[in-house]
């Protein structure tokens, strides 16, 4: 296959050569050791004529033909989640319609989802704790409608409303006594969005950790699991241990998930962590072939498959690691998912082009893409037009 010339940060190029002949993996049997969600992206339509604050226009067939994708390999859905670009573009009203176009897809295909529950439909500025625990029970109510299992995720709104830790343990311990079915907790670090500094009522990591874990200790029968995302491997560790029998841990560390989705040595208490992650959007297929391998027994096996994959997730999720969602969407236009690196809010711009040719690159290396060839001459147009690079 033809080179390509890929730009470095300094401003040079250099030759890349991809790899002929891609990774093939089939779907197989439902995985069964762990629960695995992959948090999906959204397709923007590219024909809409938006502007940057006009609402978001979603091409709704690649949207969901994507999640299509996702559930043949055996994966979960994770709907309307921050990787759907919720609060960076996609807008309430957005995220309500794609709640229901998924879970109604899912039905169809016997899939699995859980959606996202948040309080964006707030407008910009104060809101008191009232507004806030009415917002919440708004979308509660929607996804619950739809059949769905609910993700209760970190709210801005609460974040700047909550005067300490006893406004979160009256607010989620109402919507936990609402909610019908036993729902996931999303605890979202400020890597992944600064407005949340401080959530659970305390800057202090260990005293936020003492105050979530209360929220769960008083409503056992009502959390699922909590899903983790701070990437920090040793919290989340510590903090499975702490939690009540049968609630899981759901990582969302895209730095350290093949240890923790792996678990502890049996001597350890054999503690593991189930998985719902961003970075299972591009890495859908061989994650899911990694869990299938772990089914078996193979701990060796299921490592020695994702571990390869840190460097491309670590890649993507780097410092602002907000904006991991443009090597997402770039992955998926690079895998023939879709035929557009166009986003919604026009984030296909959030990233250099040093950065999205490195994130290209790593993929190719690992076989991610279906049509090596049209993975190439896909990236050789993007470098063409925005690098001026021949």
């Given amino acids: 296959m033809t080179a390509l010339r890929l730009p470095n940060p300094d401003g040079s190029t250099r030759a890349y050569r991809p790899r002929g002949e891609p990774r093939r993996f089939a779907a197989g049997a439902p995985l069964a050791s762990r629960t695995v969600f992959s948090a999906a992206h959204v397709v923007a339509d590219p024909y809409a004529d938006t502007a940057p604050d006009s609402p978001a226009a979603v091409d709704w067939d690649a949207t969901l033909a994507f999640r299509r994708h996702l559930w043949a390999h055996g994966l979960g859905v994770a709907e309307a989640m921050d990787t ?13 319609e794609l709640i229901r176009r998924s ?14 529950v948040g309080t964006d439909q707030l407008p910009p500025g104060p809101a008191s704790l009232d507004e806030v625990r009415k917002a919440y029970e708004e979308q509660l109510a929607l996804v619950e409608e739809t059949g769905s299992q609910a993700i209760l995720m970190a ?18 311990g109402h919507l936990l006594r609402q909610a019908g079915e036993p729902v996931v907790l999303h605890w979202l670090g400020p890597m992944f969005d600064p407005a949340l ?13 003492d105050t979530f874990l209360e929220v769960v200790a008083a409503h056992p029968d009502k959390v699922d699991g909590v899903k983790i995302s701070l990437l920090d491997a040793g919290r989340e560790v ?15 560390d895209d730095f350290h998930y093949p240890e923790l989705i792996a678990g502890d040595e049996p001597a350890a208490g054999g503690r593991f962590s189930h998985a719902l992650l961003g970075i299972f959007d591009p890495l859908g297929p061989l994650a899911a072939e990694a869990v299938r391998v772990l089914d078996t027994g193979d701990v060796k096996g299921f490592r020695e ?15 602002p690691t907000r904006f991991y969602k443009t090597g997402v969407v770039l992955l ?9 690196f166009t986003m919604v809010g026009g984030l296909q711009s959030a990233r250099s082009l040093p950065h999205l040719a490195r994130a290209y690159e790593l ?10 060839e049209l993975a190439r001459d896909r990236m050789a147009a993007l470098l063409t037009v925005n690098g001026g690079i021949r």
């Fill in 103 to 116: 879970a109604a897809e899912a039905r169809a295909v016997g899939g699995r989802i859980a959606c996202g």
């Fill in 305 to 319: 498959l994702l571990d390869p994959t840190v460097e491309l997730s670590r890649h993507l999720f780097r410092a």
């Fill in 84 to 96: 759907a670009q919720r609060g960076m573009g996609l807008d309430w009203s957005g995220a309500a």
């Fill in 197 to 209: 500094e401080g959530y659970w009522g305390s800057a202090d990591l260990d005293a936020a950790t």
């Fill in 363 to 372: 993929a190719d290396g690992l076989g991610l893409f279906p049509d090596p």
């Fill in 238 to 252: 510590d903090l499975r241990r702490r939690l009540p029998e049968g609630v899981r841990c759901y990582t969302g």
């Fill in 155 to 172: 709210s801005r709104a609460l974040a700047a409303a909550a005067q300490g830790p006893d406004d979160y343990l009256a607010l989620y």
């Fill in 332 to 340: 998926a236009w690079l895998s023939g998912h879709q035929d557009h």
